[in-house]
C-alpha cells in the first residue's frame, strides 16, 4: 500500500514505491499540489484572482461565441456544477461573466464572457505563463512534453470512453 502526502508541506513524506508507476503517480500527485500551490501565490502577489477564475474565463474565450451552457462549463473545468454557480455568480457581481437563461430551449444557463472578462483574463496569462515556464516548463525538454502531453491525452481519452 502506498501512502501519500496530504499536503504540500508533507512532500518529502513521499513512499519508495517499488513500482515505477505508483512511484510516478506520487510524485505527480505531490508535483501538481506544489505547482497549484505556486501558481496561486504567484497571481495572489500579482494582486489577480485565482486560478479557478483564469480557468473558467479560458474555457469560455475558448468557447464558441464565448458562451457555454453552465453544465458545459462545469464538466470542461472539471468542477461540480454547484461550484460553477458559485464561481459564476462571483464573476457575474464582477461583471466578467453575464449569466443569461438558456434561450434555444428555455432550460438551464448560459455564461458568456464579457469584455471585462476576456481583459482579465489576458492580464492574469503573462503571470500564469510566467509559472507554467518557470516551475513547469524549465524541466522538460521538447521531446519530453510531447510524450508527456500524449500520455496525458490518451488517460483522458480513455476516461471519457475514447480510448487509443
Not at 508541506?9 to 512511484?23: E, G, L, Y
Not at 473545468?77 to 428555455?106: H, I, M, P, Y
Not at 448560459?110 to 483574463?121: D, I, S
Not at 505563463?129 to 490518451?154: M, N, P, Y
Amino acid at each position: 500500500m502506498i501512502v501519500f502526502a496530504t499536503t504540500v508541506r508533507d512532500a518529502p513524506i513521499m513512499p519508495s514505491a517499488t513500482d515505477p508507476r505508483q512511484r510516478a503517480w506520487a510524485r505527480f500527485v505531490t508535483a501538481q499540489a506544489m505547482l497549484l500551490e505556486r501558481i496561486e501565490t504567484a497571481f495572489a502577489a500579482a494582486g489577480l484572482p485565482p486560478l479557478a477564475w483564469y480557468d473558467v474565463l479560458w474555457i469560455l474565450e475558448n468557447a464558441d461565441g464565448g458562451r457555454l451552457r453552465s453544465a458545459e462549463l462545469a464538466r470542461k473545468a472539471v468542477v461540480s456544477r454547484s461550484n460553477v454557480t458559485r464561481l459564476t455568480e462571483r464573476l457575474e457581481k464582477e461583471g466578467l461573466v453575464a449569466r443569461r437563461d438558456c434561450t434555444e430551449d428555455g432550460r438551464g444557463t448560459v455564461c458568456e464572457l464579457t469584455a471585462k472578462g476576456r481583459a482579465l483574463r489576458t492580464g492574469m496569462w503573462p503571470v500564469y505563463k510566467k509559472q507554467i515556464d518557470t516551475l513547469f516548463g524549465r524541466h522538460l525538454k521538447v521531446r519530453e512534453a510531447e510524450i508527456l502531453a500524449a500520455t496525458f491525452e490518451s488517460m483522458i481519452d480513455s476516461m471519457k470512453g475514447n480510448a487509443r
